[in-house]
């Protein structure tokens, strides 16, 4: 390990512990470790929240990563640092996510996206919504695939991102992110814009329900 490196995570141990938030959220620990190699940062700065594997974690609001293409993970993350995403003050699982990644540079971000787009096993999260998959497949077939894709795998060209193998708690809050105008507002959010406008389509959080049923039975790109 280089010097440096250990000199960060041991700058990382000193004052991540003085955090008093119960999650693991320090700017210091994400000012601690930029510039180290891609996986260095995913395993001092990111596991804590989204597991060991990427697999998420529900009671931090951490979603899984393992279905995300590296053109959406960069994005995302640049998102965060720039204040485009998590900086609307209603969105408390946004900004921890924003503070826990301010200090990536671009460097950082295009490893980051590329170790995990390629490196994460793929997970297949356990489901926790009921709805009417057979009733959500035709709200999804007309209002969803044609940017998400006819088996949610999403769509670079378009901006959207897989839905397919993500956990379903999280499409729920993502979903309603946009529609309660957390998400999607920013003048820069070109993609996330598309996705506010088209939000409203669904009549109500029932239909939001079914489609998320059927995207539970895709099965994910990586299994
Ligand atoms: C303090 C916990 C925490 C840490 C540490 C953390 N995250 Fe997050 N992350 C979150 C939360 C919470 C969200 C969900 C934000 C939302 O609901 O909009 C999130 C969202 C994301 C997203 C967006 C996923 C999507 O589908 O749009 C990406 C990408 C991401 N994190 C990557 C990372 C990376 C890479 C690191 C380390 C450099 C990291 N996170 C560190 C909590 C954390
Ligand atoms: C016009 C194209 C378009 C349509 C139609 C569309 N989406 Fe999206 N969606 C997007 C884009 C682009 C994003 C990424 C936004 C961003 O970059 O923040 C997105 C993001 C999302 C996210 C957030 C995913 C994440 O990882 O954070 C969810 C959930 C979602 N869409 C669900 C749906 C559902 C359900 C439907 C159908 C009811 C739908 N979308 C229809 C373009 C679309």
Known sequence: MRVATLLALLGCLLSCGEANSPAPTTAAMS?????????????GQCVACHGSSGEGNRALEAPALTQLSSAYLSRQLTHFVSGVRGAHP?????????????????EDIAGLATFLSTELPGTRPTTSLKGDAARGEDYYTNLCSACHG?????????????????????????????????????????????????APALPNSDHLRD???????LPPQRP
């Open 31 to 43: 000012a601690s470790l930029a510039g180290a190699p891609a996986e260095t940062i995913w395993r």
């Open 90 to 106: 209603d969105d408390a699982a946004g900004k921890r996510m924003a503070l826990s990644v301010a200090s990536l540079t671009p």
């Open 150 to 198: 006819g088996n949610a795998l999403g769509n670079d060209l378009l901006g959207a991102p897989a839905l397919a193998g993500v956990s379903d708690w999280y499409l729920l809050s993502a979903y309603q992110g946009f529609l309660d105008g957390l998400r999607g507002q920013h003048p820069d959010d070109t993609y996330g814009a598309q996705m506010a406008r088209l």
């Open 211 to 217: 489609v998320i049923a059927f995207i539970n039975t």
